[in-house]
């Protein structure tokens, strides 16, 4: 049991401690509720527009020579890791540092090996926890989380294309914590290039009109979908993000009350065990007088 004075300079601590992670969480409620706004009004646009790719897509046939389609060696490998640039979210970046690390072991540790797995980080806690790759990381794009404009995000989105296009990568993946709600972020694992259009029966095909020709307006839905795909991405993790540092505060301010509750019962242990001496001493100097 600690001195009295020991005491009350922890709670004091703990105390400040606690309005510091209160109004943390307060904050993190108040972005997370305009993070999920905007996602779950995005979600139903990119989804559509995803399923209209497919299905043009898939009325193509394999031979039809599409560079978004058509698969290739994975000779040389680029990651994108969407983590944040802030910490004290829970487990939130750990987790997306463990799923690219079981995504190489799992899929490309020869690349790996021989330094054709390189990496895109958007966010910084990203390269924090991924020190083990930061040979591989060639780009950082870490600010697009200051504003994540469509914009600045459909920039880069171009800037990832051109890449694959151009044969400087084989394959993009995305990995990032995606919103379910405020207390379960589910962490994602996706192919951003090339397309993966589903097997179908060209038999069931319905044979639609299309204005313009289907070659042109699938060669403009393309990288109109794959843009809007790593917006939604960001705004996913975004969205995560919020909700994972609000729970985690939350929780905070609920163990500092604990703790403070705790303290509270050993200080007044102490201070009614430091009373009992004052008047054990007084006693015994009493009875010392007597005698």
């Given at each position: ?6 005491i009350?300079?922890r ?8 309005k ?16 999920q706004?905007?996602i779950?009004?995005?979600r ?8 209209v790719?497919l ?5 193509l ?5 599409n560079?978004?389609v ?32 079981k ?24 390269a ?11 780009v950082?794009h ?11 995000i459909k ?72 843009e809007?795909?790593?917006?939604r ?9 919020h ?26 242990k ?19 007088l007597?005698?």
């Open positions: 049991m600690g001195s009295l004075k020991e009350r300079s709670v004091a601590s703990v105390t400040s401690t606690q510091i992670t209160s109004a943390m969480k307060m904050v993190s409620a108040a972005k997370l509720r305009k993070a706004d905007a779950l009004r995005m139903p646009y990119a989804d559509k527009l995803h399923n790719l299905s043009v897509g898939s009325s046939g394999k031979d039809y020579p560079p978004f058509t698969p290739r060696k994975e000779n040389k490998i680029l990651i994108v890791v969407i983590s944040s640039n802030s910490s004290l979210c829970g487990a939130f970046n750990m987790n997306v540092a463990k799923g690219v690390r995504l190489v072991s799992d899929k490309y540790s020869a690349q790996n090996s021989i330094n054709n797995l390189h990496f895109a980080v958007i966010g910084k806690k990203a924090d926890n991924l020190k083990e790759f930061k040979e591989g990381v060639v950082d870490s600010k697009l989380l200051d504003n994540a404009s469509y914009d600045d920039a880069v989105a171009g800037e990832l294309i051109m890449k694959y296009i151009d044969g400087e990568y084989d394959k993009i993946e995305f990995v990032y914590n995606r919103f379910k709600n405020a207390a379960t972020q589910i962490l994602t694992t996706e192919t951003f290039l090339p397309l993966q259009l589903p097997e179908v029966d060209e038999d069931a095909i319905t044979d639609y009109i299309y204005e313009p020709d289907k070659e042109r307006l699938i060669n403009e839905v393309i990288p109109l979908s794959l809007v795909q790593f917006y991405a960001i705004r996913e993790s975004l969205a995560a993000e909700g994972a540092r609000m729970t985690a505060m939350h929780m905070a301010t609920d163990n500092a009350g604990e703790l403070l509750r705790k303290l509270k019962l050993e200080y007044n102490a201070r009614q065990a430091s009373i009992t001496n004052e008047i054990l001493e007084i006693v015994g100097g009493a009875e010392a007597k005698g």
